[in-house]
């Protein structure tokens, strides 16, 4: 069988298991912002449920969360009362403020969340690279939801792109997963080593 028919059985078959995943935890929103972070005072205003964003407090109604700062070394984050991020130790195991979270983690009750600025440089963040933040919001029905987020972050800390923020609806916590792509691309390396060894 040629590979690309190959891939196409492959794909067509995680999609398939994706569906049913996605039927059994259909409380889970995905979100595609795919947004720069300004490298200014502002930064980006996003409001979760409603899906929007913006350039400022005031032009964004109901915003939640706002990563922002000038620095090409670390990022701030900012939460309205009752929102903000999870606060734990990043991958680089050298910050207590909102930092890159290992996969696996969960997001919930239990997490100790500030919305109050905090400064993170290298280190609690990875360079080139995707990083995965956890979130709570307040949704205008009331309560509280779980989330996290992908940013992806560039060659210094002032280049970042936020990219997914995914929450759990019903107002459960949720657990930090690869990236969508990230799994395809794992997909594709399994493909070719396998043909390799053929």
Known sequence: ????NRLVKHF?????????????????????????????????YINVEAQ???????GTAGWDLNPYGTSTTAISWFG??????V???GQGGTTSGTASLSLGTVVGASSTFSNAGSSVTQGGWVLNSANYFGFRFSPAAGGTR??????????????R????????DS?????VVPAPGAMALVGLAGLAARRRRR
Do not use: H, K, R
């Not at 069988?1 to 690309?4: E, F, I, K, T």
């Not at 595609?32 to 300004?38: A, D, F, G, L």
């Not at 929007?52 to 005031?58: L, N, Q, R």
């Open 161 to 168: 792109t936020m990219d997914w923020l995914y929450y759990e």
């Open 87 to 89: 606060q734990g130790l």
């Open 12 to 44: 067509g078959a995680a999609a398939a298991a994706a569906t049913v995943v996605g039927a059994a935890n259909a409380a889970i929103i995905a979100w595609n912002i795919n947004q720069v972070i300004p490298n200014n005072i502002d930064g980006l």
């Open 146 to 159: 779980y989330g996290y987020g992908i940013m992806t972050i560039g060659a210094t800390m002032g280049v």
């Open 80 to 85: 309205t009362a009752g929102n903000g991020n």
């Open 171 to 175: 107002g459960a916590s949720i657990t």
């Open 52 to 58: 929007t964003f913006g350039s400022s407090g005031s």
């Open 1 to 4: 069988m040629m590979l690309s």
